[in-house]
């Protein structure tokens, strides 16, 4: 008993260990602030035009398209703005919205197939 005891007490120090290891991994910690941004619905829907879109979008097309207010989409592009998972390209009076993330387009492609 007292060396199964011994085993178990080992094996969870070690699985500790490994989870702290997978943990502190920078792929997992960009994944999941990739995944913590993008997990808002309205977020979501922004990312999945501007993929399928690759000139971009403004606010309006967005706001049309999603049937959602100008402040509401604004406010979800900042947010993906402020997380660099989008760039905006200002053209005169107009900004252009696009992916800015290769890795993003990436991680849709698998998501949406």
């Keep these: 008993m007292n ?3 011994n085993l ?7 699985l500790h260990t490994m989870f702290k290891k997978i943990l502190m991994n ?8 990739i995944l913590r941004v993008i997990g808002g619905s309205t977020r979501f829907k922004i ?7 690759k000139k971009g979008m403004n606010v309006t097309t967005l706001s049309e398209t999603l049937n959602a207010s100008l402040s509401r989409i604004s ?14 390209i200002g053209k005169n009076r107009e900004t252009i919205y696009k992916l800015a993330d ?3 387009r990436s991680y849709l492609n698998i998501i949406l197939k």
């Design 3 to 5: 060396l199964l005891y």
């Design 8 to 14: 178990t007490i080992r094996n969870k120090v070690n």
């Design 26 to 33: 920078k792929k997992v910690s960009v994944s999941y602030k």
């Design 47 to 53: 990312i999945v035009l501007l993929r399928r879109n």
């Design 75 to 88: 406010h979800q592009l900042k947010i993906l703005k402020r997380n660099n998972l989008i760039e905006s």
């Design 102 to 104: 290769h890795r993003l």
